[in-house]
């Protein structure tokens, strides 16, 4: 059975390692690599004879090293962006939580990741967290969430849905600009 296990994992790590590396190249970035190193384990126990570590190189030269260790906060959340991506068919999550996958990116990047999240939302009710119109373009519902100050002087946090077209338009043009001017 283990035998049999250590197969399908690595004919899964061999398509999952394809697939996530197909996607990092479309969210800008170029020449990393990704892994999943099946690593024996001194004894055969109920979950197999190896265990996987995912592998992340983000640029041409940099050794490969666990991911843990090595990717930034824009790369690790364009990584795990392709990897839910890949996997989406498969997870059975129906919700998904992105908190600022828009860390370090900007331009044709963000636009890929805000094409990606749609294909998502697609199969999963996905929420995003997000500073980037490029991204808060490609939403199907729209939330503000403000700070505003509160009686005692403390801070609250407001959150205000953005029903009409007018003030969604209104919400991406602050986000591009820092503010709303006529043109």
């Known amino acids: 059975a283990a035998s049999r296990l250590t ?11 394809e697939a996530v590396a197909a996607e990092l190249t ?6 990393a690599r990704f892994e999943v190193e099946l690593r024996a384990r001194p004894e055969i126990g109920t ?13 041409r030269g940099e050794p490969i090293a666990p991911l843990a260790r090595v990717a930034s906060g824009g790369e690790l959340s364009r990584l795990m962006l392709a ?42 009710q996905v929420l995003v967290v997000t500073h980037l119109a490029q991204i808060a373009a490609f939403a199907d519902h729209h939330l503000l969430v403000e ?11 407001s959150v205000r849905e953005l029903v ?7 919400e991406l043009a602050r ?3 820092g503010g709303v001017t006529p043109k």
Do not use: C, W, Y
């Open 164 to 170: 009409s077209d007018e003030d969604r338009a209104k």
């Open 147 to 157: 700070k505003v100050p509160g009686e005692d002087g403390r801070n609250l946090v």
């Open 175 to 177: 986000m591009m600009s």
């Open 26 to 31: 479309v969210l800008r970035l170029e020449g």
């Open 47 to 59: 979950s197999g004879a190896e265990s996987a570590e995912m592998m992340f190189s983000a640029n």
């Open 7 to 17: 197969k399908a994992r690595a004919t899964a790590a061999k398509r999952m390692q």
């Open 83 to 124: 990897i839910k991506t890949v996997g989406a068919d498969a997870d059975r999550l129906p919700t998904l939580v992105f908190d600022e996958v828009d860390a370090g990116i900007g331009g044709e990047a963000a636009v890929q990741v805000g094409l990606r999240l749609k294909a998502l939302g697609a199969r999963h």
